[in-house]
């Protein structure tokens, strides 16, 4: 069984501050973890993924999370919000590559970025 | 260009009335899912497939039907829809290559029961 648990449904932050969005995971198998995000009224896009390498991952626009196995957690982080960055982010897990639960990808509740100037 | 499609996109219809929501991709995925999507709620899983004939259910199968006859498509069913099934429903593919295991999603169908 996995799941998925985004800790605040909504965040607030100032232009330029530091953006940290929560997520912690629970999977019996090594998992794979993902950053999703979702701008009003379009589909998900990929913002980054774990699959067993870098425990640091660098995403797009400026995007990073960090896998920690020890806390189950994946946060991710931005230094520096920016307007653009406002949108609903998903952190999704599945098990890995020729498991049994590798087509199984399980959202968590998403996180709303607010981002004032 | 690289691309999931649904149709339609958006759908209005009434209660028992069967319907199906089309899902394409044009990557060469081995696999393909159907989530739907409810406010508070996050994205939830339907049903996935593997492969072509390979399918299996995920978090909330109950009132949907799907079909993999080619590997393309990938239909998502409901035989008789319930206010219940309102919801925002995406259809992903993903495979292997350098993107492997990232899901490409559609646009999104909106659809609603009355």
């Known amino acids: 069984a996995q799941s998925v648990t985004q800790l605040g449904s909504h965040v607030s932050v100032s232009e330029g501050a530091l953006v940290l969005l929560r997520c912690n995971y629970s999977?019996?198998?090594?998992?794979?973890l993902f950053w999703y995000v979702q701008y009003p009224n379009q589909g998900l896009q990929l913002l980054l993924k774990?699959?067993?390498?870098?425990?640091l991952v660098k995403g797009i626009n400026g995007f990073e999370a960090e896998f920690k196995k020890s806390e189950t957690s994946f946060h991710l982080t931005k230094p520096s919000a920016h307007m653009s960055d406002a949108a609903e982010y998903f952190c999704?897990?599945?098990?890995?590559?020729?498991?049994?639960?590798?087509?199984?990808?399980?959202f968590g509740q998403g996180t709303i970025l607010t981002v004032h100037p | 260009e690289a691309q999931v499609t649904q149709n339609p996109r958006y759908l209005i219809t009434v209660t028992g009335k069967k319907l199906t929501v089309t899902c394409s991709q044009n990557m060469n995925h081995e696999y393909m899912s159907w989530y739907r999507q409810d406010p508070g709620l996050g994205l939830r899983q339907i049903y996935y497939?593997?492969?072509?004939?390979?399918?299996d259910k995920g978090d909330v199968p109950e009132g949907y039907k799907v079909s993999r006859k080619e590997k393309r498509n990938f239909p998502l069913i409901l035989e008789s829809p319930s206010p219940n099934q309102t919801s925002l429903y995406f259809c992903?593919?993903?495979?292997?290559?350098?993107?492997?295991?990232?899901?490409?999603f559609g646009p999104g169908t909106r659809l609603t029961v009355l």
């Open positions: 497939s593997m492969n072509v004939e390979v399918t």
């Open positions: 992903a593919s993903w495979g292997g290559g350098s993107s492997y295991n990232e899901q490409f």
């Open positions: 774990y699959t067993s390498a870098a425990t």
């Open positions: 999977s019996s198998v090594p998992p794979y």
């Open positions: 999704a897990v599945s098990g890995s590559a020729g498991g049994t639960s590798y087509g199984k990808l399980t």
